[in-house]
């Protein structure tokens, strides 16, 4: 007779190891990408949301508002296409978009190959900022370091306040949380009292920025907050 308990037991070992194994091989190669950050003095920041959470969005609304402050380069990721990657090369910064298939994430290997291909046309120690929009997903991305100094949590209103309860790890690992599409609170019910609770519950030391990136309310908040991240800013006059 099979003891069909006993090899459901064994495959869950076999997988939390081998997730195991995946994270630590993962988090080397961050640090590895942290090193290089570090020696060329450019801030990686990683942006993490659900699909349509306007990630892009806030990116074009952040290169707009800083190319002639910050030096600033884009690592695109998504599943396929480069359509918000050519959305982004717009605004006249260096933009390496990463395919990743079947993955729902970046990984650090992934973005140390983005990094080589950034390298073979530009010096990396002539920039400031390196902003990484990784894959819509709510879930992997925030297990999956790639090297960054800081992680941003995007999170809409419409996906409602208990977001934070259902899906913990994102905005337990985020350093800034920035609540989008501010403008159509009016039309929605939601607490936006109660959304900030559920965060800091799990995260008490996280920025909470709330912003519309269609009216710009909140804009210049989440701008200041990025600006002090920056490590060494080669052309801000702070």
Not at 40 to 63: D, F, Q, R, Y
Not at 115 to 135: A, T
Not at 143 to 154: D, N, P, Q, R, T
């Amino acid at each position: 007779m099979i003891n069909y308990s006993f090899s459901i037991k064994m495959h869950q070992t076999f997988d939390a190891a081998l997730e195991i194994n995946l994270l630590h091989a993962n988090q080397a190669g961050a640090d590895h990408n942290r090193e290089h950050f570090d020696e060329w003095g450019i801030t990686c920041l990683n942006l993490m949301s659900s699909p349509g959470a306007g990630k892009t969005v806030l990116l074009e609304k952040t290169l707009a508002a800083l190319k002639d402050q910050l030096k600033m380069a884009v690592i695109e990721g998504d599943m396929t296409t480069e359509l918000d990657a050519e959305r982004l090369r717009q605004y006249g910064v260096p933009v390496i978009a990463i395919n990743t298939g079947r993955s729902c994430h970046l990984d650090s290997k992934m973005v140390a190959g983005g990094i080589h291909r950034f390298k073979e046309d530009y010096n990396p120690k002539e920039f400031d900022l390196l902003l990484v929009e990784n894959v819509g997903n709510l879930v992997c991305p925030a297990e999956f370091e790639v090297g960054e100094h800081a992680k941003v949590a995007l999170l809409s209103i419409t996906e409602g306040e208990d977001k934070p309860l259902k899906y913990p790890i994102m905005f337990q690992e985020a350093d800034c949380l920035i609540i989008t599409k501010l403008d159509l609170a009016p039309y929605l019910e939601i607490d936006l009292k109660s959304l900030e609770a559920n965060v800091r519950s799990m995260n008490p030391d996280v920025t909470i920025i709330a912003l519309s990136a269609q009216t710009g309310e909140g804009l210049e908040e989440w701008l200041n907050w990025l600006k002090s991240q920056v490590h060494r800013p080669k052309f801000l006059n702070c």
